[in-house]
């Protein structure tokens, strides 16, 4: 059975397009996995020379601080991931389903970090968190990270809750579901693929983050970028390979984790980007 | 076990504008009451004010002759069954329809039984593990009714169960409703905007225009004896003629006919089906179609006598055709005269 002409050009399309893609995603990765076991990579050799397992050592030495940073960065994250969430999930519903005086305007300086540069705003503030003794400290880079990361979670979470059907709440209650069990039992499933991807966004705002970390934590709270840039100054590229391998895998596996809740058809996220 | 459902002088507002405005409405013990009217006139809130989803301004709702007013939904002895299935979509269909009894805190085998019982009720038996989505509209609504009808309320609250269903189906589930209705013998306030629905399901009817009750009986009334001109016209009367009462007879356009009502103005209503053609050497009106429509069952038909437009259904075998000199006559057996 001959197939239609367009099902031809569109399976084309897929069975090239889609390898060119993953080409082009992939490929930057090669020359950072190759210089990570390298021992000696010469001009113009197209493989290292002699391999070493020094890179990938040295990212577990206690003593290179790697691992401090590591810690410091997956703390740091899953703390914005987790405080964005709670404030998203309130701050979306406010501006998913209900209007009121001002909401153009909230929205608005919601959206204004986005706006603004983070450096300007956070070069305003860093005096009042030095005054408050939050600069140097974890809280504090938790604190301004949370700056980036809370206007894409509230206008996910809004789009979200967009979408939700109100009366699922309304048929909880009169079926005998209080309302905290309403809460738990049939609001919070039904936005949960949102909420993961909104968490995964602050996660991945605050994981790559480097600029507003380093001017609240002042260099005292190191953390995985800040490390990948101090090796990049060096003249050490095996380790900053390595280093920029061990950044780059957390939020791969975790947007792989994630990736069916943003393409699922029952992810109520197809207002996403309306707001 | 069945309750008897009384509202008082219930008054429920939106900002300024009442939508339900003092409405006084009883529910026999075990009976279906249809509350019918045109969407916007209040009926799905004051539905909505029973199952306690939002607080009436004034008035009361009883049950058994106590307020239900100062609990909260989950606590009202109610289970409601809205338009939409509203299946909760992370939930097995048998977690769907045990999800009141985990909330009473049954446990786990006896919700799974009851549910199980529940599901064979509404015909729809073994889909317990399926998921929302892999069933049907009419399925998933019957699902709904099964998680209602599973907690043994005291009062059933239907808010336009059938109205996202196709026509095929909606019978069939209303049929349905009309059956476990009977045999659980449950208090039920069903909301409609469809009078055939109602008047084939209910026990009594109610009928709400603009937030106030208009008329409530048995569903017969309502074509024979409606209370107001727009009653009848809910209804599908078509024919309403101004004219007056005096000594028993009201007079207007179409002559004389002999009514059982008061001195004064009056609108004689009269449904289509009753005019009947005569012959010429019957008494009568005589009239002229003007237009006419083949229905299948019948011939709808538009006469007009003397300036009055007179609608009519004739049998499908009548050759009745515009242009037609025509005598009609209004059986007075037929006839209501309404206050104009």
Not at chain 1, 15 to 40: M, T
């Amino acid at each position: 059975m001959a197939a239609p002409g367009l099902p031809v050009v569109g399976r084309l399309a897929r069975a090239v397009g889609l390898p060119l893609v993953l080409l082009g995603l992939l490929l930057p990765f090669l020359p950072l996995l190759l210089w990570s076991v390298a021992g000696r990579y010469p001009y113009p050799a197209l493989v290292p020379t002699e391999r070493s397992s020094r890179p990938v050592r040295l990212l577990v030495d206690p003593s290179s601080e790697v691992l401090t940073g590591l810690v410091n960065s997956t703390v740091i994250a899953l703390s914005v991931a987790l405080i964005a969430s709670l404030i998203g999930l309130s701050a979306g519903r406010a501006l998913g389903l209900h209007s009121f005086r001002g909401k153009r305007l909230v929205q608005f300086l919601l959206l204004a970090p986005v706006i603004v540069p983070g450096i300007a705003v956070t070069l305003g503030i860093q005096v009042f968190f030095i005054r408050y003794g939050l600069s140097d400290t974890r809280r504090g880079v938790v604190l301004v990270h949370l700056l980036a990361a809370v206007p894409y979670v509230a206008l996910v979470m809004s789009s979200v809750y967009a979408n939700l059907d109100l009366r699922l709440e309304d048929q909880a209650r009169t079926l005998g579901a209080r309302p905290l069990q309403v809460l738990l039992r049939v609001t919070l499933p039904a936005v949960a693929p949102g909420l993961a991807v909104a968490a995964t966004f602050a996660f991945l705002i605050s994981w790559g983050e480097y600029v507003l970390t380093l001017l609240v934590g002042g260099g005292a709270v190191k953390t995985l970028p800040l490390l990948l840039y101090a090796y990049l100054g060096s003249t050490d590229v095996p380790v900053a390979a390595a280093l920029g391998l061990a950044l780059v895998l957390p939020p791969v596996l975790l947007l792989a984790a994630t990736s069916r809740f943003l393409a699922g058809e029952r992810t109520p996220l197809a207002g996403f980007g309306r707001v | 076990m069945a309750t008897r459902i009384e509202l008082e002088q219930l008054t429920v507002d939106y900002g300024a504008e009442p939508v339900v405005d003092g409405l006084d409405l009883v529910v026999e013990p075990g009976t279906l009451v249809a509350l019918l009217g045109p969407s916007g006139c209040g009926k799905s809130t004051t539905l909505r004010a029973v199952a306690g989803l939002l607080r009436p301004r004034s008035g009361d709702v009883r049950f058994d002759g106590t307020s239900v007013l100062p609990l909260p939904p989950e606590r009202r002895p109610v289970a409601m069954v809205f338009q939409a299935p509203l299946l909760f979509p992370h939930m097995s269909i048998g977690d769907n329809v045990a999800f009141g009894l985990r909330m009473r805190g049954v446990g786990r085998a006896e919700r799974r039984r009851r549910a199980a019982e529940a599901l064979e009720q509404v015909r729809l038996p073994g889909v317990a593990e399926r998921r929302p989505g892999e069933l049907s509209g009419g399925q998933e609504q019957r699902v709904s009714l099964a998680r209602a009808l599973v907690l043994q309320p005291h009062v059933l609250l239907l808010d336009e169960p059938f109205s996202a269903l196709d026509a095929s189906l909606r019978t069939e589930v209303r049929d349905l409703v009309g059956e476990l209705q009977r045999s659980a013998g449950v208090t039920t306030l069903f909301v409609t905007h469809d009078q055939e629905e109602a008047t084939v399901l209910a026990d009594r009817v109610a009928l709400m225009l603009d937030g106030r009750l208009q008329q409530v009986g048995a569903p017969r009334d309502f074509y024979e004896r409606p209370a107001s001109v727009e009653v009848a016209r809910f209804f599908g009367t078509a024919n309403a003629f101004p004219g007056a009462v005096r000594g028993g007879f009201w007079r207007g356009a179409l002559g004389e006919v002999r009514v059982d009502a008061p001195d004064g103005p009056g609108t004689l209503l009269l449904r289509q089906e009753a005019v009947r053609l005569v012959g010429p050497d019957h008494p009568g009106a005589d009239a002229v179609v003007t237009r006419t429509t083949y229905t299948g069952t019948g011939v709808r038909a538009w006469a007009d006598a003397g300036g009055t437009e007179v609608a009519l259904v004739a049998d499908p075998s009548a050759r009745v055709a515009a242009g037609d000199r025509v005598r009609l006559h209004l059986p007075p057996d037929r006839c209501t005269v309404v206050r104009s």
